[in-house]
């Protein structure tokens, strides 16, 4: 097994707004970074994201005009998964589709060495599942960032039920190097902050769908009211209203009805409303 000392280059799979996030972090904490994707439009619009998050880190004098540059250096961009092989450790932020996931992860226990540890940035998929699609569940755990990853502090850590301590020591001391606050939570659907996270926007959506306000006033009172940084509404269309869905049917399914995503949330994702990524969820955006 990989000692911490020995981690030098992270593989992120998925360079998606989460995965983009990922890479940013970790080549910000000076690992090497290999960030894969089967879309060289995705990459392009990683690219240039990441430039756009550290040039607002510059103007707000949180980073140096000289470490973008080399920020940006550290991370090669790639659309041949064969070379995650020479990868010292490895996130998998792809959608959250569970055959997805599944696959990936048995190519990468394919690709990587076998003593690699391999993590999952799911919000609600089980750990342990794709854990038993390798033959090394003892090093694989989840590793759930917080979206926009370079500004959100906390890392929760999956505890798989075969991982190992050794496994969740290495995770937790990668995540701090990157700057971030750890929890170690045991592998269950929605984990610790997704089960209360999705709730609060599902509830919303309902109140949303009786009329009971505007999504500016809905988000207004419970952003003011309950002290929260974003109203829910807006916390899911920068989250992807598809993959909140995704998350509360998966909740649903596991853990009960009270989970049962909103039907009025249902109708926007068909309508291809997903959130800020595509320019229009609950709110339009119309600059992406």
Request: hydrophobic share 40%; aromatic share 6%; with cysteine.
């Amino acid at each position: 097994m990989f000692f911490l000392r020995d981690i030098r280059t992270i593989g992120v799979v998925g360079s998606g707004q989460m995965g983009l996030g990922i890479a940013q972090v970790a080549s910000q904490a000076e690992y090497m970074v290999l960030l894969f994707d089967i879309s060289p439009e995705s990459l392009e619009r990683a690219r240039v994201n990441i430039e756009k998050n550290l040039l607002k880190g510059v103007k707000l004098g949180k980073i140096s005009s000289e470490a973008v540059e080399l920020v940006l250096s550290r991370i090669k961009w790639t659309l041949d998964f064969s070379e995650l092989a020479a990868t010292d450790f490895v996130i998998e932020s792809a959608t959250e589709n569970l055959e997805l996931k599944v696959e990936l992860f048995r190519r990468l226990d394919q690709e990587t060495a076998s003593d690699v540890i391999l993590t999952t940035n799911t919000s609600s998929q089980s750990v342990t599942y794709l854990a038993g699609m390798t033959r090394r569940p003892g090093l694989v755990a989840g590793m759930h960032f917080f979206n926009p990853v370079h500004i959100m502090k906390l890392v929760e850590i999956i505890d798989g039920l075969e991982t190992t301590s050794e496994t969740l020591q290495i995770i937790t001391s990668i995540a701090k190097r990157m700057g971030k606050e750890t929890v170690i939570i045991k592998d269950m659907p929605g984990f610790a902050t997704s089960r209360i996270s999705a709730m609060l926007g599902n509830e919303a959506f309902y109140m949303l769908m009786d009329g009971l306000g505007t999504p500016e006033d809905i988000d207004k009172a419970l952003k003011i009211g309950l002290n929260l940084p974003m109203g829910p509404l807006e916390l899911g269309d920068l989250v992807g209203l598809d993959t909140r869905l995704k998350v509360l049917e998966n909740m649903q399914q596991n853990l009960g009805e009270r989970f049962r995503p909103c039907p009025l949330m249902r109708k926007y994702v068909e309508a291809g409303r997903y959130g800020k990524k595509v320019g229009k969820g609950v709110y339009d955006y119309p600059d992406k």
